[in-house]
């Protein structure tokens, strides 16, 4: 499946395909760019599917060399960025050059910063290995870096020339990770378009199997999702991108008081779901199906909806620190009904206490 | 003077006008951006002018703090940007919060690079108070850090929202740094419009004598050359935008093989102007006079054209680790005549050397 994204001079295409990875060369070929690259992942993505991206950069004609950096969330820092910048002079990359992230979330988000700011701006590929990644990560130029203090707080948009998902890596991601990613995929099928949260439903087994032609299915149908919104928003300036977001605030906020350590992304993001879907019905925006429909197919995919021992308070100071705050206020996306968003900038901090307060078991 | 920079959604004004510096918080409330804000300068411009600012942007009902950072070159550290994103952190600046970087072009390198990457993107205003930066660096969205090998390596596009350009601030600068800053005027003058060189030779004398009539209307005549640059080639992507690298070529060159202490970046672009005009002269693009009347208005205006002991090796080096390389090559921006230029892609290195060698003394 190939999935368009329009976006002016910035347009690119999503690939979705059995065994893309080994076609990486070719593509970035025709996108005429110099013939440098520099390939950013870490030790044990490497090992997995170095190799087939490195032959299939040389074959194509590209100079390549390859940056490790530290697995997962270690990979976002300043000091790491910082190893990058001087690789890239040493190696002679310039602005006509490639940075490509093989990995996941964090070796995108990282990848991308360096991309975004190495002479204000060189071409940059991601090469996403996590469904998380892959439906949502990769895709729509947000880059970033941590700051002890707060997630992301450092970054850039800076949108790829090109996207290649290749649905066979995550057939070997751990069993956690796999069904983390899907907390994504649940998502869109909630805020943009009920048809698809019912195909996930109905592909759940096969999804859960990790059958192939299911994956490439659901994880296309997400980046299609996902790259409509882009397209009508590509900067985060309207609220419609703010629909991503959704699970997000509290997910975010439960990651942040447990440092990032209790909950994969995902859990968190499907608590978050449950927790904001809670919410819409506490303010009277949805009704009780609504909720149960989002929960009981989170449920269905292994995802937490329910924890023991919240820290209430402390995700609550987390939340009025969110990125989307606006002048202290934090807006909340919400769903009225499957397929829909609203997003309600005037939440009172009681109801979104007692929202919190139910998940826990 | 009002000089529009038409670029779709960033669009912004450049307001050329004495006592412009006064009315900062007023024209940036117009703008409907967030209430809080933070004044990036340093501890000897901020003596100057920071009261009229912060004055100016707390009647107009801004909450603002004051981040002091080094002065010169010694800001654009990430040492120094990491600060400034704590210090933003630390007083609960968000997206819609704007960064006011008063002074040269030094600080709004800086600060447009904390604005570029803070929350991915935040509202920037620049308060230039050098001629350079009045007439060149603060327009055009270009940011940057300097890496340690490698100045302006790490940095970003950023447009700001509003350019206010005082030209009453540039009578007390140093005679050395006015000087200076003439130089891109100049620039201006030689590859985009003979006019507007024209003009500049006629008012030499009451430029040097820093009369504000004639400061706003060759200030305000050279924002208005670079705006129209700026529109037509916002991200420096077709050969336009190069034209404002003339001089700079060799004059960057010339700066890194003398640790950036020997010249002012005027006097090195001063001496690049010379060098590059007759290499256009030397392959036979330009001819005698062209080069003679460039090298004239500059030495008029107390600019130097030659200079004793070059590194002309060194030289030669730095100019292949030049930013504007593609895949190696450096593409020379050179003027046939005045008012005109073009890009040359293959010039021989001899050439450039023996270019290099006319300077000397």
Redesign the interface.
């Known amino acids: 499946m190939i999935v368009p994204v329009n976006l002016g001079?910035e347009s690119y295409t999503i690939v979705v395909e059995v065994g893309a990875l080994a076609g990486v060369g070719q593509r970035l070929r025709a996108l005429g760019v110099?013939?440098?690259a520099a390939l950013v992942t870490d030790a044990a993505i490497r090992r997995l599917h170095g190799a087939v991206v490195a032959r299939s950069l040389e074959e194509a004609g590209f100079a390549s060399t390859v940056i490790e950096v530290p697995e997962g969330e270690a990979a976002k820092t300043?000091v790491v960025a910082?190893h990058c910048?001087?690789r890239l002079?040493t190696a002679?990359l310039?602005?006509?050059s490639t940075i490509l992230g093989l990995g996941g979330g964090a070796i995108g988000d990282l990848a991308g910063f360096v991309a975004?700011?190495?002479?204000?701006?060189m071409n940059f590929v991601t090469l996403p290995t996590t469904i998380l990644a892959q439906v949502d990560a990769s895709i729509g130029g947000?880059?970033?870096i941590d700051?002890p203090?707060?997630k992301n707080?450092?970054?850039?948009?800076h949108q790829p020339r090109l996207v290649i998902v290749d649905p066979e890596v995550v057939r070997t991601l751990p069993e956690r990770d796999f069904r983390s990613g899907l907390a994504e995929i649940v998502k869109h099928g909630i805020v943009l378009e009920q048809s698809y949260f019912d195909e996930v439903a109905r592909d759940a087994p096969a999804l859960l199997g990790r059958q192939l032609d299911a994956l490439e299915r659901i994880i296309g149908g997400s980046c299609r999702l996902k790259a409509s919104v882009i397209e009508r928003d590509p900067?985060?300036?309207s609220d419609l991108r703010f629909a991503l977001n959704y699970g997000h605030t509290i997910g975010h906020a439960l990651e942040a008081t447990t440092g990032y350590a209790r909950w994969t992304h995902g859990e968190a993001v499907s608590l978050g779901i449950a927790a904001e879907a809670r919410l819409a019905r506490r303010i009277g925006l949805a009704d009780e199906a609504t909720v149960t429909s989002q929960e009981a197919l989170l449920t269905r995919l292994g995802l937490p909806v329910r924890a023991q021992q919240v820290d209430v308070d402390g995700v609550l100071t987390a939340i009025t620190h969110d990125?989307k705050?606006?002048?202290?206020r934090v807006p909340f996306v919400l769903a009225p009904r499957l397929g829909q968003f609203r997003v309600v900038y005037d939440v009172a901090p009681t109801e979104v206490r007692a929202a919190v307060q139910d998940l826990v078991v």
């Not at 975004?116 to 701006?121: E, H, L, N, P, S």
């Not at 705050?325 to 202290?328: C, L, S, W």
């Open positions: 001079p110099g013939r440098r300043l910082e910048w001087d002079l002679g310039d602005r006509t975004a700011t190495y002479m204000r701006g947000k880059t970033a700051h203090k707060a707080l450092i970054g850039a948009f900067e985060e300036k990125k705050a606006r002048d202290g």
